[in-house]
């Protein structure tokens, strides 16, 4: 299995600014998404991370507004831009295992609120 | 697009009974991933099916799948205040996972 590190674990930011999320997996994997849940929710995939290309964006997230990147295999960071309150939620950041079972594993996630 | 539904959405269950929560799915997939989620935590796999048939077990909780109804099915046995957290399902398709709305358990002793 994949132990996967993110950090800033919480954080409270100001409308305007903007928060760069990192994440750090401990072996090798295959995919990496990150995805946001509002409070009780379930997972909305943002967009999957790309090694050394622009990452895959779903329909409703644009790269202007959650920029990432993924420089390597086992690293990636998402920045959400211009934070206004409605960004407040949960951001995980997520790999897919070279195993068969393809398993998807999760970092503890971002706590993020903006006031 | 893939649609997952979990019913229920929301169990409140006597310690000691059984119940099971069913995962539905609108497409054809022969991958499905459950998940436990505790309050303010990130989620833990709990269990990988990866065939028509497949039945996992761990402690009071069993899984299976049937991807010719494409459902899968989490049931608990003997429940205990433990198990209380939510249980998401995922399916994966076309190399993206997609999960269900989620079944928040409540173990009442």
């Known amino acids: 299995s994949a132990v996967i590190s993110q950090k800033p674990s919480r954080d409270i930011c100001q409308r305007g600014t903007s928060l760069t999320i990192q994440c750090q997996v401990d072996?090798?994997?295959?995919?990496m998404f990150w995805y946001r849940q509002q409070p009780g929710q379930s997972l909305t995939l943002i967009a999957t991370?790309?090694?050394?290309?622009?990452?895959?964006?779903e329909s409703g997230f644009v790269i202007d507004k959650f920029p990432i990147s993924r420089p390597n295999l086992t690293f990636s960071t998402l920045t959400v831009s211009n934070m206004s309150p409605e960004d407040s939620s949960i951001y995980l950041c997520?790999?897919?295992?070279?195993?068969?079972?393809?398993?998807?594993?999760f970092g503890e996630g971002s706590r993020l609120t903006v006031l | 697009e893939l649609k997952v539904e979990q019913n229920p959405l929301f169990l409140s269950m006597q310690e000691g009974k059984n119940y099971t929560i069913y995962c539905n799915y609108s497409t054809t997939s022969d991958r499905l991933y459950w998940y436990r989620q505790d309050p303010g935590k990130s989620l833990e796999s709990l269990f990988v099916l990866l065939s028509n048939g497949a039945v996992k077990q761990e402690g009071r909780l069993m899984a299976s799948l049937d991807t010719k109804a494409r459902l899968s099915t989490l049931h608990i046995t003997a429940a205990v205040h433990d198990l209380s957290a939510t249980y998401f399902c995922?399916?994966?398709?076309?190399?993206?996972?997609?999960f269900g709305t989620g079944t928040s358990l409540t173990v009442i002793p």
């Open positions: 995922a399916v994966l398709w076309r190399n993206q996972f997609y």
């Open positions: 997520s790999a897919r295992g070279v195993e068969n079972s393809g398993e998807l594993f």
């Open positions: 991370a790309n090694q050394g290309s622009e990452a895959t964006y």
């Open positions: 072996s090798q994997v295959t995919m």
